[in-house]
């Protein structure tokens, strides 16, 4: 629905337009009501996908002023794949772990090629295999957000062969502790991956 005009919210709320207009702009920013010229501000659809990208809009502009920085992004990463390969541990999926080594072998051959656009690609559908496995479409759909918060900076350290190189070997390492059904082993794996990926990024910047 369409909202009334600012001079009529002002009068409601007894402040002025500029006030109305500041505040109108902070709506339209988390995603909850679009401003069209010559109409007003009207109330987006309340469903999945505005929570979702109003979501998104927020941790971005988090982000970018510096309230949320990559480590508190990356604790995040860290609560969403720790929980998925828990789920794969307790519930192991033979067609997931296939998917994931399929994963890992594309990433290593085109790390080989040194087509690191491809290796991203198949370095970002690894992670997000893994979360994928928790049958969430939620979950899986705020991961994929936060994969984007991380492009640029896993773009950064990933057009260097060593540390690319490095991250083929601790997915393959994940790959075979999920068929040993290893839990400690994955999770140390994990924990080390991210933190040297804070440690390669610091470094790059």
Same mark, same amino acid.
């Given at each position: 629905?369409?909202?009334?005009?600012?001079?009529?919210?002002?009068?409601?709320?007894?402040?002025?337009?500029?006030?109305?207009?500041?505040?109108?702009?902070?709506?339209?920013?988390?995603?909850?009501?679009?401003?069209?010229?010559?109409?007003?501000?009207?109330?987006?659809?309340?469903?999945?996908?505005?929570?979702?990208?109003?979501?998104?809009?927020?941790?971005?502009?988090?982000?970018?002023?510096?309230?949320?920085?990559?480590?508190?992004?990356?604790?995040?990463?860290?609560?969403?794949?720790?929980?998925?390969?828990?789920?794969?541990?307790?519930?192991?999926?033979?067609?997931?772990?296939?998917?994931?080594?399929?994963?890992?072998?594309?990433?290593?051959?085109?790390?080989?090629?040194?087509?690191?656009?491809?290796?991203?690609? %198949?370095?970002? /559908?690894? &992670?997000?295999?893994? @979360? +994928? *496995? =928790?049958?969430?479409?939620?979950?899986?759909?705020?991961?994929?957000?936060?994969?984007?918060?991380?492009?640029?900076?896993?773009?950064?350290?990933?057009?260097?062969?060593?540390?690319?190189? %490095?991250?083929? /070997?601790? &997915?393959?390492?994940? @790959? +075979? *502790? =999920?068929?040993?059904?290893?839990?400690?082993?994955?999770?140390?794996?994990?924990?080390?991956?991210?933190?040297?990926?804070?440690?390669?990024?610091?470094?790059?910047?």
């Amino acid at each position: 629905e369409r909202l009334p005009s600012e001079e009529q919210l002002a009068a409601q709320m007894q402040v002025g337009r500029r006030s109305v207009r500041e505040a109108l702009k902070v709506l339209e920013t988390k995603g909850l009501v679009e401003i069209q010229m010559g109409i007003g501000a009207i109330v987006k659809r309340n469903n999945l996908d505005s929570f979702l990208d109003a979501l998104a809009r927020n941790v971005r502009s988090y982000v970018s002023i510096k309230i949320a920085d990559l480590e508190h992004v990356m604790e995040l990463r860290k609560l969403l794949e720790g929980a998925a390969i828990e789920h794969l541990i307790a519930q192991p999926d033979p067609n997931k772990l296939d998917q994931l080594a399929a994963a890992v072998f594309q990433q290593r051959k085109a790390l080989e090629n040194q087509d690191f656009q491809r290796y991203q690609e %198949r370095h970002h /559908e690894f &992670h997000k295999g893994i @979360v +994928d *496995a =928790l049958n969430n479409p939620l979950i899986s759909m705020i991961y994929r957000q936060v994969l984007i918060l991380m492009r640029a900076s896993m773009e950064t350290t990933g057009s260097n062969p060593d540390i690319s190189l %490095r991250a083929v /070997e601790d &997915h393959a390492q994940m @790959v +075979d *502790a =999920l068929k040993r059904e290893d839990l400690t082993a994955l999770q140390q794996i994990l924990e080390r991956h991210l933190v040297n990926f804070i440690e390669d990024v610091t470094k790059h910047l």
